[in-house]
């Protein structure tokens, strides 16, 4: 059980919990993950760790109401406790060059940035964050963002904030030279649409890139192999051997239909789910 | 000596055709009548091998004639003293590759039926009600457990009866590994795993859940930190192995672990009533013969599959799984392709699987294993329609502790190196057994190695207390 300690309600579906587990804030290096079960017969999830405090024995997660666990999930109240919390899992992130990193966030993703940009400055590199969604009110955590980057540039459809297009469009300008220039390395954490994209974008320059993975998993340990994601023609545990690989060489075609794998099933399931939502069964 | 019967007493079995479609455990267990007949085939012999065949080395002839005397709380107390999962090994143990197979009657007749007994005495314990808690522990020496599957209970129930403080640590959010995620309710029914991990907790053992060592706490951090003397490994054989054949990352298909585990541990058959969902195939291929590819066709046919398919390379006499295991699925109506070699999974536009592709095969000469080499016959190719394909190939050691622990020496397979009778790592104070040390092999070998590493755990941590104490002086 993990106590929820502050619960922060960044956009109307986007939860930033404070959870307190000290052993798993000991051991936490950004780019980790813990899987959660909210609740008795409930699945197990993976999500990434966007923050990590050992001396207050907590972690941060930021949730997305998505689908029935991150609905359980997003219900619970701070003082509330989480079934199961397990991690930290899968390797830290290891960037392969210094200078100047780019972060790039899609949606929630963006929340994974805070402690691997932090830690990323605090190397002594010149860092870069690039934060994108559709409009201006579901851009999340900017100013906590600003503080752990020299540059902290925004993206939206709309043009409600920062640059009126994707978050690859401003990805290219910096590539081309404009505003803090061109990126030596870049990490790129969002839905997989966006991390494909991006891929795309850097491939030509040639610029390291590393993107953070969500495949389904259940144990997160290596046993069951859901999480199987075929790099540079070779197939991967997720869990163990990632959750972060190399951009330019992740199968992106095979990693978007294993996602998909349970939509029918998941759809189905809110849909019944939908009429006795975890808010409606609480009061 | 009065003339043996030829036949061992029958296990009562539920209905195949009833049992095919639930996970009510197939095998009723004898009745006291029953077992006191069974018991009375043993012969008693001035020199029973079938204790060398068992890997804890119960006193198998004691116990049988406690049974046969009528006198269940001696039979209990033999049993547990050398054993303490006795309700699970009955259930799940291959008797016949060990104690049965040595059995003086089985050079004639069948065997004793060891097995069942050992059910009967363990099934007749569990009604029993349970004795006060026993005294506290009584030796300073704290021991963790990284594992709660077999060898872990096994070590933790031995150092706590030798008055060691014990805390397992478990990575999963529920009890027992493989027991619990891979074994199915039909084979062995998770109210009994609950009983006898309930009596290692009424040992005092302390079981931690939702803790990973190498992840969430380092094996160093036990010792240096959280003051355990010693640490037994029992991570098992948790990674499971891939064919390396083309369609093997397409939707609908499982590892054995995978599939099991979403049935067993998260309840996806009972999807959405729970929330893990899984594919639930009208066809289920299962690749491999061994006894975790029996379980998982058995359980693709509870669940809703029409067709549950064995493929295996090889044919029938170098299957690995027990002569009951596969007996059952017989019964119970899986198709079985002897001397089949999937080469291709394939599958749609979308992605899901459609088929298994697969060579026919003769047996050649044998193979380093000493089984005949399947050989493939040229032309053979043929597509299997399935819409699910399980891996059921076996596991490797999971590297998980080794990558993050200095110094734990592994062979060429990732099987952690032990010490023959020391049960110790490369390591000091780290101790390993089970499926970690010797590969996936079975329940009672775990149990056999937990035992062992128990016994010289307290004997090192005793020898070490006496040096300490005559330093003293």
Not at chain 1, 195 to 215: F, G, K, N, Q, Y
Not at chain 2, 143 to 153: K, M, N, T, Y
Request: hydrophobic share 40%; proline share 6%.
């Amino acid at each position: 059980m993990a106590k929820i300690i502050e619960k922060r309600l960044l956009t109307p579906v986007t939860k930033l919990f404070r959870v307190e587990a000290p052993l798993v804030a000991a051991a936490t290096k950004p780019g980790q993950f813990v899987i959660v079960r909210v609740r008795e017969g409930g699945e197990r999830i993976p999500l990434t760790i966007a923050d990590y405090d050992p001396d207050e024995g907590t972690i941060t997660i930021v949730v997305q109401e998505v689908g029935v666990t991150t609905r359980y999930l997003g219900a619970l109240d701070a003082g509330d406790d989480i079934l199961d919390l397990v991690g930290p899992l899968g390797m830290p992130l290891e960037i392969p060059v210094e200078g100047h990193i780019v972060g790039i966030g899609g949606g929630f993703g963006a929340a994974a940035l805070l402690c691997l940009m932090r830690e990323l400055s605090a190397r002594g590199n010149r860092t870069t964050i690039i934060i994108g969604a559709r409009e201006k009110g579901l851009l999340i955590l900017t100013e906590e963002l600003a503080e752990v980057c020299d540059n902290l540039e925004l993206c939206t459809d709309d043009g409600s904030a920062g640059l009126k297009g994707f978050v690859t469009e401003r990805l290219q300008q910096l590539i081309d030279g404009d505003g803090p220039g061109c990126p030596d390395s870049i990490v790129a954490i969002g839905p997989m649409p966006m991390m494909r994209a991006v891929a795309e974008t850097t491939r030509a320059a040639a610029i390291p890139t590393l993107v953070s993975l969500d495949p389904l998993m259940i144990d997160g340990t290596g046993m069951c192999g859901g999480c199987r994601v075929t790099v540079d023609d070779e197939v991967k545990f997720a869990c163990v051997d990632g959750p972060v690989f190399d951009a330019h060489q992740v199968d992106f075609d095979e990693a978007v239909r294993r996602n998909k794998m349970y939509v029918e099933q998941e759809q189905a399931s809110q849909e019944r789910t939908a009429c006795r939502s975890p808010a409606a069964e609480s009061t | 000596m009065p003339l043996k019967r030829a036949d061992k007493t029958p296990m009562p079995e539920r209905d195949a055709g009833l049992r095919a479609h639930d996970f009510i455990e197939v095998n009723e267990g004898y009745d006291f009548s029953r077992a006191a007949f069974e018991a009375e085939r043993c012969l008693r012999c001035q020199d029973p091998v079938c204790i060398e065949g068992c890997p804890v080395t119960i006193p198998i002839p004691d116990f049988i004639h406690e049974i046969a005397a009528g006198n269940m709380p001696g039979a209990a107390k033999i049993l547990r003293s050398a054993n303490p999962l006795p309700a699970i090994c009955g259930r799940v143990c291959p008797q016949e590759t060990q104690c049965e197979q040595l059995c003086h009657l089985g050079t004639q007749f069948i065997p004793v039926a060891i097995g069942y007994l050992e059910r009967f005495v363990a099934d007749w314990e569990r009604d029993q009600p349970l004795g006060s808690a026993p005294a506290q522990p009584s030796n300073a020496d704290k021991v963790a457990i990284i594992g709660s599957g077999p060898a872990g209970l096994v070590c933790a129930g031995e150092l706590a009866r030798l008055g060691h403080p014990v805390t397992i640590f478990e990575a999963l959010h529920a009890t027992g590994g493989v027991l619990r995620y891979g074994i199915p309710e039909f084979r062995l029914p998770k109210d009994i795993l609950d009983w006898e991990i309930g009596l290692l907790e009424h040992l005092g053992v302390e079981i931690v859940r939702n803790v990973i060592i190498g992840k969430t706490i380092t094996l160093d951090a036990l010792f240096d930190e959280m003051g355990y003397s010693a640490v037994f490994i029992g991570t098992g054989a948790g990674l499971p192995k891939f064919l390396g054949i083309p369609g093997e990352n397409l939707n609908g298909v499982y590892s054995a672990n995978e599939f099991l585990t979403r049935i067993n541990l998260m309840h996806a058959d009972q999807f959405p009533e729970m929330d893990t969902p899984m594919k639930i195939g009208k066809r289920v291929a299962v690749i491999g013969a061994g006894n975790t590819a029996m379980d998982t066709v058995r359980t693709a046919l509870r669940v809703g599959a029409e067709e549950g398919i064995i493929v295996y390379r090889r044919s029938e006499n170098e299957m690995t799984a027990r002569v009951e295991e596969h007996h059952h699925a017989v019964d119970e109506g899986v198709e079985f392709k002897w001397l089949t070699n999937p080469i291709e999974i394939v599958g749609d536009d979308e992605g899901w699987v459609t088929g298994l592709k697969c060579m026919k095969m003769e047996l050649g000469e044998p193979d380093e294993s000493g089984r005949a080499r399947p050989v493939p016959i040229d032309g053979s190719e043929f597509v299997i329609p399935v819409d699910v394909v399980v891996l059921s190939i076996g596991n490797n050691p999971n590297p998980l502790l080794v990558k993050t622990t200095a110094g734990l020496k592994t062979n060429e397979k990732g099987c952690l190196v032990v010490g023959e009778n020391t049960a110790e790592t490369s390591r000091q104070r780290v101790y390993a057994g089970g499926d970690a040390v010797t590969g996936a092999a079975t329940v009672i070998l775990a149990a056999g190695a937990g035992k062992r590493a128990a016994a010289a755990i307290h004997e090192d941590l005793s020898a070490s207390l006496q040096s300490t104490i005559s330093v003293g002086h």
